[in-house]
T-cell receptor
């Protein structure tokens, strides 16, 4: 099993550009999550999904969109990137309560 | 004030020392998680506990629900234990799939 994979690992965006962060899991987990981690701050939940076709907002959803068309994939879309979205983004999945994390995507918006 | 507080924020130890990291929370929880974030950024779940004590190798996690406190202990610490240790709690009401995260304790173990 590859577990949870994320692409890209690093990305630099210009202000106003858009991009999609990819997340895939091969563990057949129903639950998937997107977090951002800012320096010196705890993880903040952006969006989560309880199954294919179902998504819900977390603590900091503004500026992001998600979709969950399959159990495996949970992409995170940034529209009109802003410097405040510079962060490390983690995707996670779970079957019950233990979450399994991807390696993260380091995004810089300049 | 964060709902989940960890102490200390930073910790430096010599190889072989016994290490304790503390986590206090102010909300009712159904479970508490300890996770490890490696210097490269990867996050790994260490423990999930709702009562008592769990042990895995040199790591021991305890929780006291009445006192709203948990500790993570590392026995015979090693430089490879250097990482950020994060405490997170799952609420016992509402959508308890979501976690409330502490800010982490950065541990450096020197040889």
């Amino acid at each position: 099993n590859a577990g949870v994979t994320q692409t890209p690992k690093f990305r630099i965006l210009k202000i106003g550009q858009s991009m999609t962060l990819q997340c895939t899991q091969d563990m057949n987990h129903n639950y998937m999550y997107w977090y951002r981690q800012d320096p010196g701050m705890g993880l903040k939940l952006i969006y989560y999904s309880v199954g294919a076709g179902i998504t819900d907002k977390g603590e900091v959803p503004n500026g992001y969109n998600v979709s969950r068309s399959t159990t495996e994939d949970f992409p995170l879309r940034l529209e009109l990137a802003a410097p405040s979205q510079t962060s490390v983004y983690f995707c996670a999945s779970s079957a019950s309560y233990e979450q399994y994390f991807g390696p993260g995507t380091r995004l810089t918006v300049t | 004030k964060n709902e989940v507080e960890q102490s200390p924020q930073n910790l430096t130890a010599q190889e072989g020392e016994f290490i304790t990291i503390n986590c206090s929370y102010s909300v009712g929880i159904s479970a508490l998680h300890w996770l490890q974030q490696h210097p490269g950024g990867g996050i790994v779940s260490l423990f999930m506990l709702s009562s008592g004590k769990k042990k895995h190798g040199r790591l021991i996690a305890t929780i006291n629900i009445q006192e709203k406190h948990s500790s993570l202990h590392i026995t015979a610490s090693h430089p490879r234990d250097s990482a950020v240790y994060i405490c997170a709690v799952r609420l016992n009401a509402g959508n308890n799939r979501k976690l409330i995260w502490g800010l982490g304790t950065s541990l450096a173990v020197n040889p």
